[in-house]
């Protein structure tokens, strides 16, 4: 189709390119591709010029051969005739359970100081400002540093040993902090229902029991609460449920606990060590609680924000409705805090799930330390090994913000 | 109406009548704030209890310091087996906490380059001093690269040059487009550095040779290698980060997934990944046989790290403006760069000072990471010190004096953001009611 206007048969001059609006968005657009590209091309000019100069190549191999190391902790079968992928999704088992224990550690003492600076309270009030100044303005790797030095200061275990020791253990005997770890009782089963094999290592049938019945339980809880609201409905008067619910928790639980045989095994003090009961090394101590104390005290100022940003006319209204104070809280105050809160405390948590990392300064089997580090080390794979850890790195974190963007999505306002 | 008839309305002023007894005074106060009610009663004993405990575990540590010792056995010599804090290892090696191993005979280089800091940053963080003072600023980042590093004052200089050579073609070619402009002024700079320095520093350090010993990278460590870095990433992050803010928001698509793309993926991976990136894999994408300085690897590492947060708390500025504003630039006429360099990135940044300022206390605090590539930050001083015999098995102090350095420079910098939120407060907010 020929263009008949005549202000658009004006001669096309290269400055168009970058004067004219209609051009200007594509002229920008091209260059930039071009420059992706040249720039993407060099690098990977480069990288084969210099693997083949190395005598390398590139190829995921290594991944299947022995590893050859071992791994302190261990959450499925693993042996130093394991592989290199094995060690990997061992390192990465020990980065998400160090980063989901900080993460519940972190939110319960970012929850209290964080209303605590808020109380009322002078002296508790001025302690909380003075925690959550202090933690945050220090960098994260002195506070983990600073509680493995702590953990390595405490007693040896052969001074549990004699008539008069000069260490004790807490708790009835059944705790034993050490400067080798703590060691903690651990739940056992006497009639135990075995074990299951499964994709990566095995089930225990005992916890997938006991998470089931509490399923039950909680749909059992349901139902009862729905029979309270069809009673209150119809009559007026709500049955009290309370008694009914902690009944169905209580008698299915330890119902099914004895019959499994439920008992804990403790710690006890054999020759040179500790044996038994379940040891936290200190340097999953260290990395657990450097990074809770630390990611606290941004947790607090978030909670502490949150709250303030309620405005008193939301509190007043509550109250003028004759709402009681608790139900103020739960029904007005802290569904719109939260929809304040979660989202910066879901980037705390990718931050802690990052910052385990860190555990490298105190010698903690993470991922990085496996796969991105004795791993790296041994094949002589850095090129590999280090694009394969970030892309996982990148997988949770993606993963974790992806879970905000649902919540994000949910919890918007309604708007007309 | 002569109310003085009226019987029911008072003639005389009633005197005031003293304070109910229990009201006011530090009684009061006490009960109010320290025992209003069992909840607050219970705390308050348990903060006191907490705070005693803290105090008589630290208290005769603290009490019985030890300044003079030339080692730990020392300390304990002169404690006699009392628990005591034994400040003689920061007495000993402070200026190594502080400088690493820079020479000590040039320590006033850095600490003049510090100082200079401040007259640099003065024209930026205060009001009220003259426009002038800003090419000071523009000029420091140089000087205080030949401070530190030493060598031929012409290496700066000729860089310098580089961006007088991009300036003046700019202004050339601009009359043919802003596009060609920059273009050719980019070209320029990058041809200048790669091919004139070089010769150009050779010859003037041969006709004029202002030199200073030059010390090596190696050599930088503790608290100057953290403030190296630190302010070189702050000082680089902030316009990276507003242009990927600016990127992600951009209408052109190509544009937009790049920096979205950027951005994710460095949010998604530590820090420390990326620096032994710089330190392992750097060597595989550059030409084969270049190499160079790993302090400037780190910092390019940290700057791109802090850019990718530094932009997302800008974009949440730039989401929270109206978009009347984006509408009102666009009516006044101001094409793309002038709408957001006028109206909207004024308000924008304003609006993100607290979340910048935060970005900058992380990256500062972040720089202790480049203990685990092998330079010497503070904290890994502190590992250094402790392998010598003298003062094995000391923790506590050097930990204290790295918190406490630490702490005096974050804690500084979020002040200095909550006087920037006030002074830069020119909406008649409600304020808030506690």
């Not at chain 2, 590539?373 to 001083?381: K, Q, R, S, T, V």
Request: charged letters at 10%.
């Amino acid at each position: 189709m020929a263009i008949t206007s005549g202000a658009q048969r004006q001669a096309f001059h290269l400055n168009m390119l970058f004067n004219d609006a209609r051009y200007r968005a594509r002229t920008i657009q091209v260059i930039a591709f071009c420059i992706l590209v040249l720039a993407a091309g060099w690098l990977i000019d480069n990288t084969v010029r210099n693997l083949a100069a190395l005598g390398k190549d590139f190829s995921f191999g290594f991944l299947w051969s022995t590893a050859g190391y071992d791994i302190a902790p261990h959450s499925i079968d693993y042996s130093s005739a394991s592989t290199h992928a094995r060690a990997a999704l061992v390192g990465l088992l020990n980065t998400l359970i160090v980063a989901a224990m900080a993460c519940v550690t972190a939110t319960i003492l970012g929850v209290f100081a964080g209303v605590l600076r808020l109380s009322n309270n002078w002296i508790v009030a001025r302690l909380m400002t003075v925690y959550v100044e202090s933690f945050r303005n220090i960098p994260a790797l002195l506070w983990i540093i600073v509680v493995a030095a702590m953990s390595e200061s405490m007693p040896a275990p052969s001074a549990f040993r004699g008539e008069h020791p000069q260490a004790s253990m807490l708790f009835f005997d059944s705790i034993a902090v050490t400067n080798r770890g703590i060691y903690l009782p651990v739940p056992d089963f006497a009639r135990s229902l075995g074990q299951l094999p499964a994709a990566l290592g095995s089930l225990d049938v005992n916890y997938v029991a006991i998470c089931a019945l509490l399923v039950l339980a909680f749909l059992a809880h349901r139902t009862v609460l729905r029979h309270a609201e069809r009673v209150q409905s119809v009559s007026g008067e709500r049955p009290s449920t309370w008694w009914k619910s902690l009944c169905i928790f209580v008698l299915l639980l330890f119902g099914l606990l004895y019959a499994l045989g439920f008992h804990f095994d403790y710690p006890a003090l054999k020759g040179l060590n500790f044996t038994g009961g379940l040891q936290l090394r200190n340097a999953f101590i260290a990395l657990w609680i450097g990074l809770s104390v630390y990611t606290g005290a941004f947790i607090a100022e978030i909670v502490r924000s949150g709250i303030l940003a309620i405005s008193r006319g939301q509190s007043e209204a509550a109250h003028a409705l004759g709402l009681t104070p608790a139900r103020t809280m739960r029904l007005v105050i802290l569904p719109q805090a939260l929809r304040i809160i979660i989202p910066p405390m879901i980037s705390q948590f990718l931050n802690i799930t990052k910052n385990t990392s860190l555990g490298l300064a105190v010698g903690y089997m993470d991922l990085r330390s496996t796969l991105g580090g004795i791993t790296i080390n041994q094949t002589g794979r850095e090129l590999e090994g280090m694009l394969l850890m970030m892309l996982i790195y990148v997988s949770i974190s993606l993963a974790i913000s992806g879970v905000m963007n649902v919540y994000n999505g949910r919890a918007r306002l309604k708007e007309r | 109406m002569n109310m003085h008839n009226i019987s029911w309305v008072r003639q005389d002023i009633v005197a005031p009548s003293p304070r109910p007894p229990g009201q006011g005074g530090v009684m009061d106060w006490v009960r109010k704030n320290l025992f209003n009610g069992w909840v607050s009663s219970l705390l308050t004993v348990a903060s006191v209890m907490a705070i005693a405990w803290g105090v008589m575990a630290i208290a005769p540590w603290l009490g019985n310091s030890v300044w003079h010792a030339g080692s730990l056995s020392e300390c304990r010599q002169i404690l006699d087996g009392a628990p005591g804090a034994c400040w003689g290892v920061i007495r000993d090696r402070w200026t190594q906490l502080l400088f690493g191993f820079y020479p000590t005979a040039l320590y006033w280089r850095p600490m003049l380059a510090f100082v200079l800091l401040f007259a640099a940053l003065a024209p930026i963080l205060f009001r009220g001093l003259p426009q002038r003072a800003l090419w000071f600023s523009a000029v420091y980042p140089g000087l205080a690269f030949w401070l530190i590093w030493g060598g031929s004052l012409w290496l700066p200089v000729s860089i310098y040059l580089g961006f007088a050579v991009a300036t003046g073609l700019f202004s050339i070619a601009v009359r043919s487009g802003v596009g060609l402009a920059a273009t050719a002024a980019i070209v320029g700079a990058a041809l200048w550095w790669l091919y004139a320095t070089p010769a150009l520093v050779e010859i003037a350090t041969d006709t004029a040779p202002i030199l200073l010993v030059p010390v090596t990278s190696r050599e930088l460590g503790g608290f100057l290698l953290s403030i190296v870095i630190g302010v070189s990433g702050i000082a680089l992050s902030l316009p990276l980060g507003i242009l990927l803010a600016l990127g992600r928001r951009s209408g052109l698509p190509l544009i937009r997934m790049l920096s979205v793309t950027f951005i994710e993926f460095i949010r998604g991976v530590p820090l420390i990944t990326l620096l032994f990136t710089a330190s392992l894999l750097l060597n595989y994408f550059l030409p084969p046989g270049t190499s160079f300085d790993l302090i400037l690897r780190v910092v390019i590492m940290v700057t791109l790290f802090a850019s990718a947060y530094m932009a997302e708390v800008i974009r949440g500025g730039l989401a929270a403006l109206p978009r009347g504003q984006y509408e009102a630039a666009g009516a006044l006429g101001l094409d793309y760069w002038k709408a957001q360099r006028l109206v909207i990135l004024p308000q924008a940044l304003k609006i993100s000072i607290p979340g910048i300022v935060n970005s900058f206390i992380g990256l500062f605090k972040d720089t202790t990471l480049v203990m685990f590539i092998g330079l010497l930050d503070p904290i890994a001083l502190a590992a250094a010190i402790r392998a010598n015999t003298n003062w094995q098995g000391i923790y506590w102090e050097l930990f204290i004096f790295i918190g406490a350095v630490f702490f005096v420079f974050c804690f500084g910098m979020s002040r200095y953001s909550q006087y920037l939120e006030q002074r830069l407060r020119t909406d008649h907010r409600w304020e808030e009611c506690a």
